[in-house]
């Protein structure tokens, strides 16, 4: 009796503690919510008001004049799906080649492609920025972020531990029926690997949207702005940084496409995650 | 890595894969024409398969690795053609007092920040691998930080830590706090502020890894373990941690790497100020080139780079020791090394941030430091070998 009691009690400080820990998490979104639902002057006023007197629901339509959101989700989704499409491709095809063909030399170079997760990007972005300057990538549109994001080790990572759990029997009845290596890929490997593509097109496609540095570096250009290097210059903008609630409105826009695909692909995050982990 | 369990296969003649490592070794009769045809046309098929990806790759990422070691010897600026210049890089950097400091505030932010968010995670982990109502909802919201973009965290984060008109400061008010800190305003309080908000964004990633490592140790051996009497600490320490070796191995190589790095949260919360409070190493390394007043000195940033890359290769190298020696029967006095060696690593960074020899140079501490871990590898190495 005692002892359940105390399980009571016990599971009862839990929740408040869980619950307190949600409220710290979720407190800054909430913020966000309200804050961009309040005139521009109400956002700083003291005392401060948690929720607005009356909620401005224009400010949502007039971030889209005030500032070039439209110009600025166009790209952002652009560079996206390019990136995304990209990296699933080249990802899963390299992935095969490592996973199911065995040549000399391949450990060494999928070893050399696993360290590359472990050397920051920091580290080597300016050597990076003089080779596609070099090469003459920088300043044509969003090139050079389709060119940096979409050939990561990551997504080769993850599709060939997924590609090793695929029984090879199925590969070799294929090949007893003619079927090529590429078509074993595209017919076999591929249809299987569902989950798995779906956590890297997820991954891949959040990461791309909510890059921050490599627009920073290599769009200079407004007319190719994405969603995050717009909203910072527009916060950074004098004319911008008086319009407050519209700051916070583009921000929750930035980041309601985000909050969506979370919310509906979730396992498939944790998944993708859970496995880039088990490498040990 | 990982070698499969599964067998690597050739198309149609699974015989010939024996040559190159696999288990049908002792059948193939040795190198013949056949094989060494098979073995060509593997290799062409093979590549044909990396290749789309690795052109990108290696143009992108292995050719700048290897440029940037040639690069930090010489005194490229974008403009002139290279010269080597040597160490001279790097001797202009050690003298160099904003970059020391860079060094201290990225310490400063990373060891406070891999330690809060790493025992966050587990807990949080581990709270919420129970059979708990709601339990699907606190693992989203823990997530949800992790994959916002750093734009619109820094806005709400700059308001609610907004020293008059912020909540923050409202809620230690209320609580009798009477000088509550300025926070990104005050150069005492913004690199805690920059803690905080990266603790916030990263715990819940973290979580997740440690989660999916523990859903990997059986739950019979708590049950085992409560019927022999142990209680929930020693359930923690001989079952949890040692279960979760792998998982943590890999998640403290990230945290450290991703604590060093550290930029774009700093670049949109308060780049690097205010003065230079929160100046870290890849901040300087921006500055240097392609920032607001780049002086546009690659090669110079380029030694910048070098030494970030060697602080992370450093942690990576030491974490990879102390997982090797983990399951290892060790002598008691086989861990005083590393307690030492780290030592010395703290002295040597510390004198070289506050520029002041402590006995002998920094240099000299960094020089024993390598020394330990030198002796430690070997060691271990030996141990290994006896023991397997």
């Known amino acids: 009796m005692m002892g359940k009691g105390l399980h009571r009690v016990g599971k009862a400080v839990l929740y408040v503690f869980l619950v307190a820990f949600a409220v710290f998490l979720l407190v800054p979104f909430f913020w966000m919510i309200m804050s961009s639902l309040k005139k521009n002057i109400d956002v700083f006023t003291i005392p401060i008001r948690w929720i607005p007197q009356v909620f401005q629901w224009h400010n949502y339509v007039d971030i889209w004049t005030q500032a070039a959101m439209g ?180 921000s929750v826009l930035s980041i ?25 | 890595m990982s070698t499969t369990a599964s067998a690597p296969r050739t198309p149609r003649t699974p015989r010939a894969t024996g040559a190159s490592g696999g288990r049908r070794t002792s059948a193939s009769p040795g190198p013949t024409r056949h094989h060494n045809a098979l073995r060509r046309r593997n290799t062409a098929l093979g590549w044909s398969f990396i290749a789309p990806n690795f052109i990108g790759f290696a143009l992108i990422t292995m050719v700048p690795i290897i440029l940037l070691f040639y690069m930090a010897f010489t005194d490229w600026n974008a403009l002139t053609t290279p010269n080597w210049t040597g160490l001279a890089n790097f001797e202009r950097l050690m003298r160099n007092t904003t970059f020391r400091a860079a060094v201290a505030q990225t310490f400063y932010y990373a060891i406070p920040h891999i330690i809060l968010t790493g025992i966050l995670a587990l807990a949080l982990a581990i709270l919420l691998n129970q059979k708990l109502k709601g339990v699907a909802f606190f693992r989203a919201a823990a997530f949800f930080p992790y994959i916002t973009s750093i734009v619109a965290i820094a806005i709400v984060w700059n308001l609610l830590f907004s020293p008059t008109y912020g909540p923050i400061n409202e809620i230690l008010h209320f609580f009798g706090v009477a000088n509550p800190p300025k926070w990104t305003v005050s150069s005492t309080w913004a690199m805690p502020a920059i803690i905080i908000v990266g603790t916030w964004r990263e715990m819940g990633y973290y979580m997740i890894l440690f989660l999916a490592g523990l859903q990997t140790i059986p739950r019979e051996l708590y049950e085992a373990a409560k019927v022999d009497g142990a209680n929930a600490w020693q359930r923690f320490v001989h079952i949890t941690v040692p279960g979760l070796r792998p998982t943590t191995f890999f998640v403290t190589v990230m945290l450290a790497i991703q604590s060093f790095k550290v930029f774009d949260l700093i670049q949109v919360m308060t780049d690097g100020g205010p003065g230079t409070s929160t100046y870290v190493i890849s901040y300087f390394i921006y500055q240097k080139t392609l920032g607001y007043y780049s002086t546009g000195e690659f090669g110079y940033a380029s030694a910048a780079s070098l030494v970030l890359f060697f602080i992370c290769l450093t942690v990576t190298v030491l974490q990879f020791i102390v997982n090797q020696q983990a399951d290892l029967v060790k002598p008691w006095w086989s861990s005083l090394p590393m307690i030492v060696g780290l030592v010395f690593f703290a002295l040597a960074v510390w004198g070289f941030c506050v520029g002041h020899a402590l006995i002998i140079g920094w240099g000299w501490y960094l020089v024993l430091f390598v020394l330990c871990f030198v002796a430690v590898g070997v060691h271990t190495s030996i141990l290994r070998r006896r023991q397997s």
Not at chain 1, 258 to 267: D, E, N, W, Y
């Open chain 1, 71 to 250: 110009t600025w989700l166009q790209n952002t989704l652009i560079l996206s799906v390019v990136v995304t499409l990209l990296q699933l491709l080249t990802g899963s095809f390299a992935a095969y080649g490592f996973a199911r063909v065995r040549f000399p030399g391949r450990d060494a170079l999928f070893l050399a492609y696993v360290a590359t997760i472990a050397v920051p990007w920091q580290a080597y972005m300016i050597p990076q920025f003089i080779l596609m300057t070099k090469i003459h990538l920088t300043g044509k549109g969003l090139w050079p972020m389709i060119v940096l994001q979409a050939f990561g080790a990551f997504g080769v990572f993850l599709m060939k531990q997924f590609f090793e759990t695929i029984p090879e029997e199925l590969s070799e009845s294929a090949r007893l029926d003619g079927l090529s290596e590429y078509g074993i890929w595209l017919r076999i490997m591929l249809p299987l690997s569902g989950p798995a593509l779906a956590s890297l097109a997820l991954l891949t496609f959040v990461t791309t949207w909510n890059d921050y540095m490599g627009p920073l570096i290599y769009l200079r250009n407004r007319a190719y702005f994405t969603i995050q290097i717009g909203l910072k210059t527009f916060q950074a903008d004098p004319q911008g940084s008086s319009l407050n609630a519209l700051l916070f409105a583009g």
């Open chain 1, 256 to 280: 309601l496409p985000i909050a969506i695909i979370f919310l509906l692909g979730q396992r498939f995050f944790i998944e993708g995650i859970a496995t880039s982990g088990m490498k040990g």
